[in-house]
Each structure stands twice: as structure tokens, then as C-alpha cells.
């Protein structure tokens, strides 16, 4: 339980730790809260020659709302974001889920882009980006005088040396158990959330063995009402349901009505179909694809109710 | 009793330390030490062909490596079997590091020193074992079935086969009585593998003192003097050359009594060898493979009963997995065997148990050791038989009850200590009476029709236990009054957070009349009391309270000798009151038991005021007897060992309401009520801590934790992150009540209460989850998983 060797680098800007991520590649790893990575380390699951940490960036700290979303920078601990008022007025889906991750000691210290960035299927975070359809911003660094890419927004990053920056959308983010677009040489400097659009509403449902656990299954669910207050569009994004989150749209399920008379359950058969859900020793497959459907309809009537509520 | 502070809520004095950073585990020891780290068998069975450690040597700050070849002496033997029994006719330990052979993941088969923790790990990595892969035997079913063996001169993987009988009052034999009984039933349950779980693992920490040629341990053990012969035997040592003291230590339940661990007698005889201080500090995956596990036993179970739900006959045959080996011999099974009656008289019994050998990791006692088995089985049978007659649960329980008159009740059988199980005394009808009332069970079937009108499912549980507590042989206690007035106890038996240091200085404050700020208290630590046998089957309270009461009475008779000689009074008329002792009724006739310790010793040389009033010149002696009178002694201390003709059996019964999710299967306890019995209460706060937390530990052995092993013999959640202990949010509030029946059979009338709280539990929540479901549950732990499974099978 103790880590094999690695270099350390303690990076006092962003260029300098993207630097240290051009020159080592693969062989380096970013520390932000360490939840994930401090354990895999510690069981020698991971082996990384160096380990990179931002937590002296504190540029990277903000939770920046904007009318049109919310940007969270990649030293955000999700403890600031679950109690951030204008995030949550902006975003509730946030709240909602930020509220089921792991535990407070863990939430303080935890990252809402290192989260995204370890895109383990069973975690919240990544659910809830794949269905806002929201992006994680990507730096690395460029040759010399490369002129930085998507410059209104290279400021955000740093100043100092020239870098690329990319935004990838969650649908294209999430590559696999684990795995992400984020290459070698990049560093995921933040996430962007969008905002709840009018008369829509949002709610989180899992079942995990004990609280704060990963779950067996969740669903987080976004339905969006028009002006007669009838169903528009309606969506989920299933955890533990596949080797990414799993965005299933039910608008046409649901029928283009008022929520009391939606198609709520053929909207959860539909979600469970999609599902591939896996045996593990906590639960068995048919258990979790069960939960699916049942949270599926909890989740899409909860949401329909903050929708008419809002 | 004299003053209020026996039986009163004062709070753990320990727990400002404890809690806020300042305790001293064994990990806090030791900052300069080597370090030691295990390579551990990853198969759970093979030959050991060759160990390489040529890539290790060229770690930097490596230290030494160690195989069984490199063992001296007895070091080389297998770990002792420390508790031998008849019925064990395959008992089998382990060595120390591997020889040859390994019988279960985790299994030590060499041992790195380095200059830390980190290098050892290292160095542990490049070590390259090469194994011959055996067949390995998992589950008990199997393993009493295989052909394949897990010891090679164990024939059928049997360690011990058991029977205890006891016949009819008419002589019948058990299986005559349930062939005539009106109503028969028989079936089978099963209950899953946990463990203890300590938040701190084991530790090891030696040093070495050449110049003196003795030798410190510290180890995290529930017993301090038993590793001190244990390792003084293994080491070849003089006795008083070992000294072996338990620091601070997060947690025992049961794992920290096995002993001497490999790593036990492994890092004191690397210290000796190096000359260096050597530390071992068990992480949590090598705890979960390599210390203990508990609790796994599938139980066949047939009854014979009357109209009323009278038990006229019950037969129970037990398979019990032992694990790889069986240091702690056959102690479980015992108890479940002889500990499965509980509160009932039943017409006859008969129970039989095979040990079974399996690859996995041995099986030594787990808080409850054997009861929460035995318990399920009872209570689960009690349940069946209201459920086959239609009778309410607490009726059949009722009718069964040995009554308050039938005290001592002798239940005919052979316990854990190899002597009769007799109990003392106990009020079962009382029990059930206030539990009843506790969780409002006569309205329950009410609330649970209006809950069924709202689509919610809840159910309530009920059960029932008796323990057998302060198991002997014995232990001691030492009080010493020193000049400055204030009261040092010592006892031999060691702390795991069990709140000593308060319960054994309120008994020695209001045994001897000191405020209880004057007292302190040491245990487990061989250099202030060497003869103990340790902390476990809910014995501390019992064994050494009761001999820390006994020492504080000669103390105190002692005391009061000399203070009437000061006082020129009959001892008879004093009292000692505040630490001062004083002539009944007489204002102003008094005399500080300070004073009192000073008079106790004659000295020639002072080095204090106090001091200079016992010396030769102070005038006050009589020169008609030698200074100390023959058969005194200077000082005034007193020291003085319990040792109970048998155990006394507390008991107990607890209640649940629980909620069943229609849909998700999801199971909530609802409400968690407990009566509990434990004799006097010397701090009814710290036995209502002990409740909480067996409660606890027993809701993470009904729904939450279970030990998953492959049939490879691989354990799949060797982590906190997989093996689900419950968190604060999943333990329920628990109401409870006490009942005080005290025990005849010790000066205190005190009952042990360490267990308790973990027995019934399986029971209570299996009995509650059936009442709302009206599915059997045979089995536990269960899951929501599980429950969701059997509510597509039933339908």
C-alpha cells in the first residue's frame, strides 16, 4: 500500500505543467484531489513515472457562472461547487448530483474536472455533462509561436508561452471505462455545464449499496416543457449502464404532452433496453437493468415536476 | 458499593485523546525504524519451487530478505496451536514464512527489511516465487465433498468433528423425540463469511538492547503477556528479558486475541539479528488476506415441536469453513454449538459440527465468535415454527423461556472453557416483556396494514440471546496509593478502545473512596503486570474488574490498619471518603490516605517533606516491632486475581422495523431496539457505546459485508471500497433499555457486555425483512440484489 517511485513536479503555472506533460507524455499523470488516482497509486495499479500536481495552479480554482452555463475550473472541489447558490440557480443538476458523490472528506478535496477526467462510468459527474451536452476544455502546449488556439478563451488558462486549447464535447469525451479524449500532453483545465433552459427541470435517482457509494445504477434525467407546458424533449443519462455514460433521448416516448399523461413508463422500458448493465459482485446484471428502469421513470417524473415547479 | 461513581454515566476519559489526534497506535512508534513488508502467496494453492530474489539486491536501502530457510530453531516450526481440544484430531498452523507450500492468498512467504516502507515495497516487487499451481478448495460444500485436500495427511479436509447430546428428560434421544413430535420441520441455512475489521490492522514494532540483551515489543494485540511467552519461547529468551507492551490499538473484535502472528515473532527476530529497530505495520489488503475472517457455516436444521411451539426435540449439524489452518482451534464452533440453546430449555438437543479445511483465510473469533451462527439458527427456527402454527413470534419464544426460578439452569453441555454450561441467572420473560413494549410490537401489525395502504412495505424482527461472558481462566489486578495520594491500577489484559480507563477507575475510586481524578489506570503492558490472559470473549469487565476490586479491598484493609494506628481508632469505625480517611461520626479524626501511603513505607532516606515524616527519626514508630511487622509489606499496595468457577451468561433481545422498497428492493432499518442484560452496570454509558457498536458491526453482517471469493480461491474485495462496512449512514439509531440481573458468581455481579450488541442482529433483521416480505430468508447477508432475486423466484 505504498506507491512505486515517480517524480514529482509541482508546477507554479500552467505552462510550466504543460511542459512537464509535452516533454513526459504518457508517462505522466495530473494530481488534482487525488481521490482516485492517491488509491490506485497506493495499490500499485497505476505505475506513472511522474506525477504532475496543479494544486499550486489556483488560476484553475474558479466555478465561473455564465448566461449560458457554468465553467468549472480544474481545482474546483466539488464541495465548493455543491454549495455554490448561482451555480445551482444556474445548473441544479449539479447540486443534485454533486450531493450523491462519495462523502463530504471526499467532496473536499475532490475535483469536478478530475472526475470528468477519470470517466469511470459509475460516477455522477460524467452522466451529468454527456446529458447537458456539456464540453471539458483541453490544454497542451504548442510549438514556438504558435498562436493559441481559440484565443478569446487562451487568457482563461494562463499567461505566459503558447499552448492549444480544444473543447471536447461530452459525447466525444467519454471514450471508455476510464478512458478519455484527453491525450497524453494535455491537461483538462475546466468543464463547462450548461444552463437549464426555461421551463425545464432536472433530479438525480440512484441506488448504491451504501450512501455515497458508486451506484449500482443511477439515471440523471433533463426534460424541457414548451409554453402549454407539454413535453418537449426528454433525456437520461444512465451510470453503470455501459462503458460510458449512457444518453438514451425519450422525447418520443413521452409523447408531446403534459407531464401527467406522459409516457413515462414505455420511456423507462426505453432506457432499460438500451442499458448494459454487468454482473458484479454486488449486484447481478438483471438487478441493475431492473433499477435502471425503475429510476429511469423516478428520475424523468421528478423532473417533470421541477419543470412545472420552475 | 460505598460512593455513586460504580453504576454511574461518567464520561470515557480517554476519548479527549482519543479523539481529538493524541492517541499513540502502533504506527505512531517507532519513526527511525527499518521496515518490514511481506511478499505474500497471489495463489491459493501451490508448491513453492524456487524464490529469486537476485532483481531485489539492487534496491537501494535494502536491508536484509528473509525465507523459511533462513528461520532458526523454533522459528522454523509452525506457529503454535493455541488451544488444543480432543475433537481437533487434524489440527494444523502455519510457519512463520511459507515452507514449501501455500495454502491461501496472503500467505507470507518472505520477508523484506528496508530502510522504509516504501523501499520494502520495492524490493517485495522484485522478488519473482515461482509456484506450482495446486488445485485449490473453496466453499465449505466443496471442501467436505473434494477429493482434493488442503493438507495432504487430512483426510476429507475434516480438522474436527463434534457431537454433544443431551437426551429428553425421559431419556429419549434427540431424533426419537422429533420422529413422535406433532409438528416437524426441517431446512437448511447459511451465513457468509465477515471479520473483525479493525480500523488499525495488526503492528509489530521491536527493539532490541543488546548491551542488555533484552528485548521491547509493541504489538497491536489483545494480549501483551501471551505474546511475551510466545515470543520468548520462539526466540529462545529468558522470560524477564521480554517485555511486551500494547500501545494504543484501533480495534480489536476478536483478531488481535490470535497470537504470535507470524509477523510477531518474524520482526523481534529480525531486531535481534540486525540490531536495528524493526517495524511492521499490516495494511488494509494485507488484513483483509492474511490476519482472519469469521462467521461462514452452512447449519442443517430439524425440529420437533408441540401445538404450542414447546421445542421437544432440536437437531442441528453444522459444516463450519476453518479456513487454511487453525490456530485458534475450534472455539467457534463450540460456541455456536453449545451457545445455540439461548434462552430456551429445550426437551432435547443435539448438535454436531464438522471443521472444515478450505484455501482460504483461517477462521479465528469475530466479535460474537460463534453466537451470531448460532443465534440465526434459533431465532430463524422460532420464527418457522410460529410461521408453521400460526402463532405470534414472541408467543412461541415465551413458551420456550427457562423462568426466573429455574436459575442456575444447567443446559447440559460442555462450553468454551471446558466446563459445564450453567447458567447464572437472567429474567428472559421480564426481556421480552420491556422489548416489547420498547418497539411498540403489539401495535405493530396496525401500522403496518396503514403503511400497506400507502404502497410501503415494513416488517418487524424479533431475537433473542444468552452469552456465556468473562470466560477465565483468570486475571489480576495491582492498586498501588503512593505518598502523593494518588491510586495507580494496573491489570494485565489489554484496551481496544473499550473505555478502561474509566470503568476500571470507577470501580477502584469507589472501592477505596478517591475521587476518580486520582486514579489511573495501565493495562497490557508486561512490564506493570505480567500474569493475564487478555481482552476478548466479553471478559475484561468481568475478570479484571472484579480482580481490580478485590486488590483495592486488601488496599483498602490495609489502609485503614495503619490509619488506626494513627488515629488510635478501631479500624472497624473508619471510612474512607473524598481520600480521606476518618473516624465514622467523629468530625476532625481524620488522616489522608496520602498520609496513610507514607506510613505504609519506613524509610531511612528522605527526599521530600512527605517523605522525611516515614523516616527512622520521625518519632512516630514503635519500637516494639521491626519497622515493616512480619508478614507486611512496605508500601501500600495490594494485588489480587478473579478467577470464576465458570463464565456468567448475559443476555439479551433486540427488535427492528424495517422497510422494504417495493420496487428497487432496497432495505432500510426503520427503528433498531435492544433490552439488554449485562448484571450491574458499572457505566451504563460506555455499555450502551458497546450496544451501538455490535449493532453496527451486526447491520454490516445482515445486509453489507461479505467475503467474496472466487473459485479460484481469489478474495474479490480485499478493500474498504468493496467489502461494504456501513457507514454511520446505514447504522440505524438504536433505543435501549436496560435490565440489571446481577451475576452470583463475582464479587461485582457484573455481567461482560463487549459481544452483545453484534449477536443477534442477523436474526433480528432476517426475522423483520421475512414479516415484511413473506419470503423465508434462509440465508444472510442479503442484498438488495439478493432480495429483488427472491421476489422473481417466489413469484
Given amino acids: 500500500m505504498k506507491p512505486p517511485p515517480f517524480d514529482y513536479h509541482a508546477p507554479r503555472s500552467v505552462a510550466e505543467a504543460l511542459d512537464v506533460l509535452a516533454a513526459e507524455g504518457e508517462r505522466a499523470k495530473v494530481l488534482a484531489g487525488g481521490q482516485s488516482l492517491i488509491p490506485l497509486l497506493n495499490m500499485r495499479l497505476a505505475a506513472p513515472g511522474h506525477l504532475v500536481d496543479i494544486n499550486r495552479l489556483t488560476g484553475l480554482a ?40 462519495a462523502h463530504p472528506v471526499v467532496r473536499n478535496r475532490g475535483t469536478v474536472v478530475g472526475s470528468l477526467v477519470h470517466a469511470d462510468p459509475a460516477a455522477e459527474l460524467p452522466a451529468v455533462l454527456t446529458l447537458l451536452g456539456g464540453s471539458v ?47 497524453p500532453g494535455e491537461l483538462a483545465v475546466s468543464a463547462f455545464f450548461p444552463a437549464l433552459p426555461p421551463r425545464s427541470g432536472t433530479a438525480f435517482r440512484e441506488v448504491a449499496r451504501r450512501h455515497g457509494d458508486y451506484a449500482l445504477a443511477g439515471v440523471a434525467a433533463l426534460v424541457v416543457l414548451d409554453d402549454d407546458l407539454r413535453i418537449t424533449s426528454a433525456a437520461v443519462a444512465c451510470v453503470s449502464a455501459g462503458p460510458v455514460p449512457l444518453l438514451v433521448d425519450v422525447t418520443g416516448e413521452c409523447g408531446h404532452r403534459p407531464p401527467a399523461s406522459a409516457g413515462w413508463a414505455g420511456a423507462a422500458r426505453a432506457v432499460q433496453d438500451r442499458a448494459e448493465p454487468e454482473d458484479d459482485i454486488h449486484a447481478t446484471a438483471g438487478y441493475r437493468r431492473h433499477l435502471i428502469g425503475v429510476l429511469a421513470e423516478r428520475a424523468l417524473r421528478d423532473a417533470a415536476r421541477e419543470a412545472l415547479n420552475g | 458499593m460505598t460512593t455513586k461513581l460504580f453504576g454511574e454515566p461518567v464520561r470515557r476519559r480517554e476519548d479527549p485523546r482519543l479523539l481529538t489526534g493524541r492517541g499513540r497506535y502502533l504506527d505512531d512508534l517507532g519513526r527511525d525504524a527499518l521496515a518490514a513488508a511481506f511478499v505474500r502467496s497471489p495463489h491459493a494453492h501451490a508448491v513453492i519451487r524456487d524464490i529469486d ?53 496472503g500467505e507470507p512467504v518472505v520477508m523484506v527489511v528496508a530502510r522504509d516502507r516504501y523501499v520494502a515495497e520495492d524490493a517485495c516487487a522484485l522478488i519473482r516465487v515461482d509456484y506450482e499451481l495446486l488445485k485449490p478448495v473453496v466453499g465449505v460444500e466443496e471442501a467436505a465433498q473434494s477429493a482434493q485436500l488442503v493438507h495432504d495427511d487430512v483426510p476429507g479436509n475434516v480438522g474436527a468433528r463434534m457431537v454433544q447430546e443431551v437426551p429428553s428428560a425421559g431419556g429419549l434421544d434427540v431424533r426419537e423425540v422429533i420422529e413422535d413430535a406433532p409438528h416437524t420441520l426441517a431446512f437448511r441455512l447459511d451465513i457468509e463469511r465477515s471479520a473483525s475489521t479493525p480500523l488499525e490492522g495488526r ?75 524493526v517495524k511492521w505495520t499490516e495494511d488494509r489488503r494485507e488484513h483483509f488476506v492474511s490476519s482472519a475472517h469469521e462467521r461462514a457455516q452452512v447449519q442443517f436444521v430439524r425440529v420437533g415441536f408441540d401445538d404450542e411451539g414447546r421445542v421437544l426435540g432440536l437437531e442441528v449439524t453444522i459444516l463450519h469453513d476453518h ?52 443465534v440465526f439458527c434459533m431465532e430463524r427456527t422460532m420464527d418457522r415454527i410460529a410461521d408453521h402454527l400460526g402463532l405470534d413470534r414472541t408467543a412461541v419464544r415465551a413458551v420456550n423461556f427457562i423462568q426466573p426460578e429455574e436459575f442456575p439452569y444447567d443446559q447440559g453441555l460442555i462450553f468454551q472453557d471446558g466446563r459445564p454450561l450453567i447458567y447464572d441467572s437472567g429474567d428472559y420473560p421480564e426481556s421480552l416483556r420491556m422489548l416489547k413494549e420498547l418497539i411498540g410490537w403489539d401495535s405493530f401489525p396496525a401500522e403496518k396494514e396503514r403503511a400497506a395502504a400507502e404502497g410501503r412495505r415494513i416488517g418487524i424482527g424479533v431475537g433473542c440471546y444468552v452469552e456465556g461472558t468473562g470466560v477465565g481462566p483468570y486475571e489480576g489486578g495491582h492498586v498501588q496509593v503512593t505518598s502523593d495520594g494518588r491510586v495507580h491500577v494496573s491489570t494485565g489484559l489489554t484496551s481496544q478502545g473499550q ?19 486520582r486514579v489511573s489506570v495501565v493495562t497490557g503492558d508486561t512490564r506493570r503486570f505480567g500474569y493475564a490472559v487478555g481482552t476478548f470473549a466479553s471478559r475484561a469487565a468481568v475478570m479484571s474488574g472484579n480482580a481490580i476490586a478485590l486488590a483495592c479491598r486488601k488496599v483498602r484493609e490495609k489502609a485503614l490498619r495503619i490509619a488506626a494506628d494513627a488515629l488510635e481508632a478501631d479500624p472497624r469505625d473508619l471510612e474512607i471518603t473524598d481520600g480521606m480517611v476518618h473516624v465514622a461520626g467523629t468530625p476532625g479524626a481524620a488522616i489522608p490516605l ?47 486475581y478473579y478467577s470464576p468457577i465458570r463464565s456468567t451468561f448475559a443476555s439479551g433481545m433486540h427488535a427492528a422495523i424495517v422497510e422494504t422498497d417495493p420496487l428497487t428492493a432496497e432495505i432500510r432499518i426503520l427503528r433498531y431496539a435492544v433490552v439488554h442484560d449485562c448484571g450491574n452496570l458499572i457505566n451504563p454509558m460506555i455499555v450502551e457505546g458497546q450496544i451501538h457498536g455490535g449493532v453496527a ?74 414479516d415484511a416480505e413473506g419470503i423465508p430468508i434462509d440465508k444472510m447477508p442479503i442484498s438488495p440484489s439478493e432480495l429483488f432475486d427472491l421476489r422473481r423466484a417466489a413469484s
Fill in chain 2, 594 to 640: 496520602a498520609t496513610v501511603a507514607v506510613l505504609s513505607n519506613p524509610l531511612r532516606y528522605a527526599f521530600d517533606e512527605e517523605a522525611a515524616r516515614a523516616t527512622q527519626f520521625a518519632g512516630a514508630a514503635s519500637f516494639d516491632r521491626p519497622p515493616v511487622p512480619e508478614g507486611d509489606e512496605p508500601g501500600l499496595e495490594g494485588r489480587d
Fill in chain 2, 697 to 770: 458491526q451486526g447491520v454490516g453482517g445482515a445486509l453489507y459485508e461479505r467475503m467474496v471469493y472466487d473459485g479460484h480461491g481469489q478474495l474479490l474485495n480485499a478493500s474498504f471500497m468493496d467489502f461494504l462496512m456501513p457507514y454511520a449512514t446505514e447504522v440505524p439509531h438504536v433505543e435501549t433499555a436496560h435490565l440489571e440481573t446481577p451475576s452470583p458468581l463475582n464479587p461485582l455481579g457484573i455481567k461482560g457486555a463487549g459481544e452483545a450488541g453484534v449477536i443477534p442482529v442477523s436474526a433480528v433483521i432476517a426475522s423483520a425483512i421475512e
Fill in chain 2, 323 to 374: 479456513g487454511a489452518y487453525t490456530p485458534y482451534g475450534i472455539i467457534v464452533p463450540i460456541i455456536t454449538s453449545t451457545q445455540l440453546p439461548g434462552p430456551y430449555r429445550l426437551g432435547a438437543y443435539r448438535v454436531e459440527f464438522s471443521s472444515i479445511y478450505t484455501n482460504t483465510v483461517q477462521v479465528t473469533p469475530y466479535r460474537g465468535a460463534g453466537r451470531p451462527q448460532a
Fill in chain 2, 203 to 277: 503492528g509489530v514494532y521491536a527493539r532490541w538492547d543488546a548491551d542488555d540483551s533484552s528485548l521491547r515489543v509493541y504489538s497491536s494485540t489483545q494480549t501483551s503477556t501471551s505474546v511475551r511467552m510466545a515470543v520468548a519461547a520462539k526466540l529462545g529468551l529468558p522470560l524477564p528479558k521480554v517485555e511486551v507492551i500494547a500501545p494504543d490499538v484501533g480495534g480489536g473484535f476478536g483478531v488481535k486475541i490470535v497470537h504470535p502472528w507470524p509477523e510477531e515473532v518474524l520482526v523481534p527476530w529480525a531486531a535481534m539479528l540486525l540490531n536495528r529497530e
Fill in chain 1, 137 to 183: 476544455r483541453l490544454a497542451r502546449r504548442g510549438g514556438p509561436g504558435t498562436p493559441a488556439a481559440g484565443s478569446s478563451t487562451a487568457q482563461d488558462v494562463a499567461a505566459g508561452g503558447s499552448f492549444v486549447v480544444r473543447d471536447v464535447a461530452a459525447g466525444e469525451f467519454f471514450t471508455g471505462p476510464l478512458e478519455s479524449a484527453a491525450g
Fill in chain 2, 53 to 105: 530474489v537476485s532483481a531485489a539486491l539492487d534496491v537501494d536501502g535494502l536491508v536484509a530478505i528473509y525465507t523459511w530457510e533462513d528461520l532458526p530453531d523454533r522459528l522454523a516450526e509452525p506457529l503454535p496451536l493455541l488451544i488444543p481440544h480432543p475433537a481437533l484430531t487434524h489440527g494444523r498452523t502455519a510457519y512463520p514464512l511459507a515452507r514449501e507450500r501455500v495454502r491461501h492468498v
Fill in chain 2, 499 to 517: 473505555g478502561h480507563e474509566t470503568a476500571f477507575a470507577q470501580i477502584a475510586a469507589a472501592e477505596l473512596g478517591v475521587p476518580l481524578e
Fill in chain 1, 62 to 101: 474558479g466555478v465561473e457562472v455564465e448566461p449560458d452555463g457554468v465553467r468549472i475550473g480544474a481545482l474546483a472541489r466539488h464541495a465548493e461547487v455543491e454549495r455554490s447558490e448561482p451555480a445551482a440557480a444556474a445548473q441544479p443538476l449539479l447540486r443534485q448530483a454533486l450531493g450523491l458523490v
